[in-house]
Every structure is written in structure tokens, then in C-alpha cells.
């Protein structure tokens, strides 16, 4: 049974930084690309960044490039996220998600039909 479980949420105030973390079973991570996403209250779920299965490669949402850094330790099967100077648009519930390594996903990674499994989310709040 394959499980994303995120952590690392919570009440930060503007400016700071935060680090989510998302570990990851029952799946050979290493073989799996991996993307972060978000979902603030009444929106869609909006893409934030996505890294290959080796972590070869990143990609971020336009927004995010700069602010954010998404990395991952396969050793440890596990995902981050890390977040700088975070501003309140950030304000949502985080989630990761593991896409089956296909050739084509780097045509599709900011898609979240491009991803097969998907942790509960951490909320991530940003006061002043």
C-alpha cells in the first residue's frame, strides 16, 4: 500500500521560512517522479514543483521560482519543500504526489492527472 505523508505545516508569519517534508512507502521511490502542490480555500489544486525521479531535474510554477526549492533524499524516500519568505498567497494545504516514472511526464508534471498517488496534505498558514 503506497503512503505520502507530509509534514513540516503550520502557522508561519510572512517573511519566514518553512520546510515540508513528505515520506514516502510501499512504493520504490527512486523510481517515481515527485511534485508538490497546493490548494487554498474555494481554488483548485495549483501546481508548485516537481523534481525527476533521480532528482535530476526541478521545475517550479512561475510564482514559486526562487522562493522555493523542492529536493529529495532517496536514501531516505523522502520529499521537500523548502520555502522562503513566504508571503499569505501561500496560505493553503500542501500536497505531494509520486508519478510512475514515464517518458512523456516531463510534458506533463504540472498536471494532477500526471501523478498516480497522493498524501493527505499539510496546511501551511502565514500570519503577520
Known amino acids: 500500500q503506497v503512503q505520502l505523508v507530509e509534514s513540516g505545516g503550520g502557522l508561519v508569519q510572512v517573511g519566514t521560512s518553512l520546510t515540508l517534508s513528505c515520506s514516502a512507502s510501499?512504493?520504490?521511490?527512486?523510481?517515481?517522479?515527485m511534485g508538490w502542490f497546493r490548494q487554498a480555500p474555494g481554488k483548485a489544486r495549483e501546481y508548485v514543483a516537481a523534481?525527476?525521479?533521480?532528482?535530476?531535474?526541478?521545475y517550479y510554477a512561475n510564482s514559486m521560482k526562487g522562493r522555493f526549492t523542492i529536493s529529495r533524499d532517496n536514501d531516505k524516500n523522502t520529499l521537500y519543500l523548502q520555502m522562503n519568505s513566504v508571503t499569505f498567497g501561500d496560505t493553503a494545504v500542501y500536497y505531494c504526489?509520486?508519478?510512475?516514472?514515464?517518458?512523456?511526464?516531463?510534458?506533463?508534471?504540472?498536471?494532477?492527472?500526471?501523478?498516480?498517488?497522493w498524501g493527505q496534505g499539510t496546511q501551511v498558514t502565514v500570519s503577520s
Open positions: 510501499g512504493l520504490t521511490f527512486s523510481s517515481h517522479h
Open positions: 523534481i525527476t525521479s533521480s532528482g535530476g531535474r526541478t
Open positions: 504526489a509520486a508519478a510512475i516514472r514515464r517518458s512523456d511526464w516531463t510534458a506533463y508534471y504540472y498536471r494532477t492527472d500526471a501523478y498516480d498517488y
